[in-house]
């Protein structure tokens, strides 16, 4: 019988030892388990990936060693994000608590801070766009223009002030350039060579199906363009003559119904992505304007939302398919903003069974 007692004492020794040889080698054995929308996993549509709020979550940690060396290092943290965008590994967060841009390089697991001075130093910049080559486009809401930088953020120039009353929004794609006024009750169109005034959208009065109370976001299609008009509760598409050719949703609190839409983003399929600050949640429509699906919510929970603003999708999958549950296939990322909470951009993937 004592030597049955210390066999098994061995043994599960051999196997404590194990357990803690394997945690040192950065082998998880308590992994958190997914997070859908909708919950039941057989019919879920979206699953939560991650998330990101300091150089933390992308950078080692600061060792032992180090923190004796120089002391403790405070992390590099989003402040107050309100526009996202992704390119080729990096994530750019519209930064209103600084005037700037956070930087998270996920290719080289860096995390730094970028904002810009002299001339091209932003006072109000909200969101901004990427174009295919990385260069970056910031609208200035109180300068009324919009600042364009290199994607190794030198400085090239700005325009827009002439025609913008308060630019809150950005988009570019081929050879044009689409900027939100959200005061001057239009979206203003530019050449994208030549940074030229072109024209503007809706041309109507106050009253009319097209008009544009408040539009705060955009987002623009292969033959679309998509605007979140929180002056009524609505996003608006026009086509790229800027005429209206439908509204999506209507004012109130009911599901399907929008109370302070955003960010708007538009996926390859016409599935409309429209964040809602008061609900804090993001609503999904089909590209006839039905309601597919709503995920979010003001929750403490992983993937909730803390007053969010921005959403933007990407097809880049590469540097996230290791989140995704193997039952599923990861068609396409789905970045959130966050202005406030333990959470500041969190990352969901469009999903489909297997």
Known sequence: MK??????????????????????????????????????????????????????????????????????????????????????????????????????????????????????????????????????????????????????????????????????????????????????????????ATKSFLDYFPKAAEGDDNFLFSPTNLDVGPDKIYVSDMGDGTVKVYNYQGDHIQTIASFGIQMGQLYRPKGVAVDKEGNVYVVDANFQNIQIFDKEGKLLLFFGGPTGDRGGMYLPTSVAISYDTGLFEHYVDPKYDLKYLIFMANQFGPQRINVYGRIERK
Request: hydrophobic fraction near 35%; charge should be positive; aromatic fraction near 12%.
């Open 3 to 192: 030597r049955l007692i210390k066999t098994t004492i061995l043994v599960l020794s051999g196997l404590m030892l194990l357990v803690a040889c394997a945690s040192k080698k950065g082998i998880t054995t308590n992994t958190l388990p997914p997070v859908y929308y909708p919950e039941q996993t057989d019919s879920a549509k979206v699953q939560y990936l991650t998330s990101f709020t300091s150089s933390f979550d992308i950078q080692k940690k600061q060792s032992s060693f180090n923190k004796a060396l120089v002391g403790n290092v405070a992390p590099l943290s989003i402040v107050k994000g309100y526009g996202v965008e992704y390119h080729k590994g990096r994530i750019y967060v519209s930064d209103i608590g600084f005037g700037g841009f956070d930087v998270l390089d996920l290719n080289t697991k860096a995390f730094t801070y970028f904002k810009p001075q002299g001339r091209g130093k932003l006072k109000g910049s909200v969101n901004a766009s990427l174009d295919a080559n990385g260069d970056l486009y910031a609208v200035d809401i109180s300068e009324k223009k919009v600042n364009y930088y290199t994607k190794e953020h030198k400085y090239l120039g700005s325009f827009g002030t002439k025609e913008n009353i308060a630019p809150s929004d950005v988009k570019v794609l081929n050879d044009k350039i689409w900027v939100c006024d959200s005061k001057g009750n239009r979206i203003n169109v530019y050449d994208k």
